[in-house]
């Protein structure tokens, strides 16, 4: 387990952006990277800041996890086998039920042309591993939903 110096984050500043979430509930990511590592170091990292953690091992699986059980956020990564994180974002975005649903990519790419495509895909940030802990939890709470 690693030490992540972050406060809880207060449920209260979710509720606009989380329709229907309780003020009391943590906010649940959904955690997506096909490295068991990254994605026990970010499901440790967003514990420790209070959020509730789901993850997936591809975009397949997520899409299973968020039709199920729709989190409150998704922070994916992009090169992924079976549905990368492009055709995540894309396939989250053809949804209706779910065009508000926020999504961060997190990524080692700093391609410009990579991040301009999620962008446009529809993820509200970017974010490029390696990363501390706040920077993280900064980008989760700046997240915009699409229009």
């Known amino acids: 387990m690693i030490a992540v110096p972050v406060a809880p984050i207060s449920a209260g500043r979710w509720p606009e952006r989380m329709p229907g979430r309780s003020a009391a509930a943590s906010p649940t990511v959904l955690v997506v990277d096909d490295s068991p590592v990254i994605r026990l170091l970010i499901a440790d990292m967003l514990a420790a800041a209070g959020y509730g953690v789901e993850v997936a091992e591809d975009g397949a699986e997520a899409l299973d996890k968020i039709r199920r059980a729709r989190p409150d956020a998704v922070l994916t990564d992009l090169n992924m086998p079976r549905l990368d ?17 926020p999504i961060l990519v997190v990524t080692s790419e700093e391609n410009q042309a990579k991040r301009a495509r999620a962008l ?28």
């Open 85 to 101: 994180g492009f055709g995540l974002i894309e396939a989250v975005r053809r949804d209706p039920s779910l065009a508000d649903l």
């Open 120 to 147: 446009a895909a529809g993820a509200g940030a970017w974010i490029v591993k390696p990363f501390e802990p706040a920077e993280l939890v900064e980008a989760l709470w700046e997240i915009e939903t699409p229009a």
